[in-house]
């Protein structure tokens, strides 16, 4: 059971939420309701998620297939659209597609591979699994994410591939820089994506403590997960 006090908690958190996303919408001349909200549901229990379901969440955000897969099957009817964010393995590939409605973190073609036969096996033809090409905004690879150079190829590659539909890009601000000067970048990978794929407009980036700099640089989607639901232990 959800108590009160949590209900209350996370009414309070999606309210601040909204506002300051009206806020930098508006700041940065953008129609207000323009950028999505993805809602982080990491390490959080499936009664939370259940309480953003009765506050109008449609959209929430899981990187651990061990986590999100019991999470998405105890939630299975509430209509929420699963946001797969995590460094994705292979091996997990097949298990993520039969759950989630959109992988973000898509960065090599030897995933690709693996989402395209799973989806095409396990998903209807007329609901693809939606992929966004991950682009990595530091120059120490490791964390995940495609080099920008990468990127086009990735995106074609989705774009052909039997059961994933391309949606457009991905990113995570690097630690130690100015998040406007990643952003830019994003959006200028983003623009190039848009060229050859046009439809392929989503631009996910931003996050509790970024997500201004993010909608200043035309992001579509922010995902935010403390800002919401609040302190999240850090997970080694
Ligand atoms: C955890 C996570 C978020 C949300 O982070 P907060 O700082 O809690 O808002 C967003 N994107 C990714 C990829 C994450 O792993």
Known sequence: ???????????????????RIVT?????GRTAGSVDLVVVTK?????????LVDLGIRHVGEN????????????????????FIGQLQTNKA??????ADV????DRLKLVGALSRAAADLRSP???LRCLVQVCLDDQPGRGGAQPAQVAEIAAAIAKAPGLTLGGVMAVAPLEADPDVAFARLADVAGEVRRNHPDADVVSAGMSGDLEA??????TQVRLGSAVLGYRPPVG
């Open 1 to 19: 059971m959800v108590t009160d006090q949590r209900r209350q908690e996370i009414a309070a958190g999606l309210t601040a939420v909204r506002e």
């Open 126 to 128: 007329d609901s693809p």
């Open 214 to 219: 993010a909608v200043r640089n035309g992001a």
């Open 64 to 83: 651990r297939d061990q986590e999100a897969e019991p999470k998405a099957v105890a939630l299975k009817g509430s209509g929420l659209v699963w946001h």
């Open 43 to 51: 390490t959080f229990p499936a009664q939370d998620v259940t309480v």
């Open 94 to 99: 097949r298990s993520v597609a039969g759950y």
């Open 103 to 106: 992988v973000e973190s898509v």
């Open 24 to 28: 930098a919408e508006l700041a940065a």
